[in-house]
Structure formats: C-alpha cells, structure tokens
C-alpha cells in the first residue's frame, strides 16, 4: 500500500489498541460470530465475569418518567378569560350609587370612589378643573376628556365645527359609549373618575341620558357655567379645532343656560381660579353623595 510523501503512517495495530479496543466485535460487526476468542484468555461463550469484591454494583436501569401530572397533584384551574394580571376585569353593568360609610359625619368626598361628570360650555375649564381635582385627590383617580377621546379618530375625524351631521353624531355616540366603558371599569376597580363634556339641557343626542344608560345612575352631574365674557376670554387663547368662532360660543353658553333650574348642582367659576374651583366641587359632590340630585 503506498502513502504520500509527507503523510504520516498510520500507526501499527496493537494488541488492546485502536477503536474496537475493549468493545467485543460483535458491536461493531453484526453477524455469525468467528471461532477463537475475544478477550485474551476467556473463552468464547464463557459467563460474564462478575466484579471484584466490594466493587459497587451498577443500579437497575430506569424506566422513561411517567407522563402527565401525578395522580395525586391536585388539578391546575383554567386561567380566567377576563383576567388582566391580577386584577380581575369587571362585568361591565352599570355603576350603582355610591355607598355612604356608617358614619356621623358628613362622608369625605376626597376619599370617596366617585364617577363625576363636568358639564360646562367650551372654554368653560371643564378639562383643567377635571384635571386639577384628580391630581389632588387622596385615592386613585382618573380623567377621561370626551373630546380626547373623540379625537382618537384621526383619517376621517368628522369635527362638529365642520357641521353636525350624521358622521359626527356616530363618532360622538362611539366615544361617549368608549367613556362610560372605561368608567366603568375604573370604578370596578376602585379608582374615581371625572368625566367632562359640553351636555346640552335640550338636545337628548347630546344630552344626560346617554351618559347615564353607559356610566349608571351613580353619576354625579356638576356644571361649570362661568359668565360668557370669560368664556370668550378662555376660547381666544385656544388653538386648532378646540377653538370656536365668537359666534358658536356665545349661541353654546345660551343654550347651556337651560341648566339653570334643572336641579343639577351649577358653579359659576368667572371668579375663581382652578384650585378653587376643585375645592368648591368637593363641597357640592359632598352634599351630592348624602342627597343625590334627581335627573
């Protein structure tokens, strides 16, 4: 057999060396066995050679494990379908009167799981005293702006100040129904909620009677109606579609007039800064949670 110049030779088969070395043949040459032995003095056929003494013996083989969970484990329960981390997602009904606690003193509404809806005309300060009053609350609290919500839209946003049209009462439909959703929830959860949107006292599309049918009867309604002058004011520092014509806001505040005499608790901020305005709805929402207003 011939190698090539500069290969090393293999080396020389030995006696106990090379691949097979300690191996019977038969593993690695299947087939009718050949005469003579194969291990250096035991003959071919003998009895396995049992260990020296004090040699410890090889363990029983072992079975595959059993599969699925032990008889006796108790059953794992399903995951719940409604389940968001821990806390459970309520059933989405609506949202009772709030509980007054047991107590002799007037019930604290800063403490109070509470839903608030702030109706008031644009520029008004619906949304900064909305926002005020759930940053300075003692118990979760959270603010849900329907013209926020309105405005998730953005290719094919029906903007009322373009027309009061089909399209526009649709979306507005959808984001209170989105509202009173979210409300819902927050309060299941113990979390207050103060809602805030332009209400009309005789427009029933825009009117009380859906944000009751989404929120519940626990909703407590307060209008903000300061003098048009302000309002006027507050509306000329605005900007983009949340800002009106003179025209639009004075015919709103007119028309949001129609509050007076409702029954519904009204404040008239034309004199009062935001934090004042949030500590005098902390004193109507105190009387409303001890006598809820009818509507």
């Not at 059933?91 to 109706?119: E, K, S, Y």
């Not at 605005?238 to 949001?256: F, Q, S, Y």
Request: with cysteine; net charge positive.
């Amino acid at each position: 057999m011939q190698h090539a110049v500069g290969s090393p030779l293999p080396p020389p088969h030995q006696p106990g060396h090379g691949p097979a070395a300690g191996r019977p043949p038969a593993a690695h040459h299947p087939g009718p066995q050949h005469p003579g032995p194969q291990y250096p003095g035991v003959p071919q056929g003998s009895a396995p050679v049992p260990p020296p003494p004090g040699y410890p013996s090889a363990p029983p083989p072992q079975g595959p494990p059993p599969q699925g969970p032990h008889p006796s484990a108790p059953p794992v329960p399903p995951p719940a379908p409604d389940a968001t981390g821990h806390v459970r997602l309520p059933p989405g009904g609506p949202v009772g009167m709030p509980g007054v606690p047991p107590a002799r003193t007037a019930p604290d509404p800063t403490t109070t799981t509470l839903a608030v809806l702030l109706i008031g005309p644009a520029g008004a300060g619906k949304t900064s005293v909305a926002k005020y009053w759930a940053d300075h609350r003692r118990v979760p609290t959270a603010h849900i702006s329907l013209d926020d919500v309105r405005e998730w839209v953005r290719s094919g946003f029906a903007d009322p100040q373009s027309g009061w049209n089909d399209n526009s009462e649709a979306q507005y439909r959808l984001a209170r129904r989105t509202c009173g959703f979210a409300a819902r929830n927050f309060l299941a959860n113990g979390i207050s909620c103060i809602l805030d949107d332009a209400v009309f006292p005789d427009r029933p599309v825009v009117g009380l009677g859906g944000w009751k049918r989404h929120v519940g009867p626990g909703l407590l309604p307060v209008v903000l109606l300061p003098g048009l002058d302000v309002v006027l004011e507050r509306n000329a520092e605005r900007t983009g579609n949340r800002r009106l014509t003179d025209e639009e806001v004075a015919r709103i505040h007119g028309r949001m007039a129609g509050w007076y005499g409702s029954g519904l608790p009204i404040i008239d901020n034309s004199a009062l800064d935001i934090p004042s305005t949030a500590r005098l709805l902390d004193e109507i929402l105190t009387r409303a949670i001890t006598s809820p207003p009818k509507w």
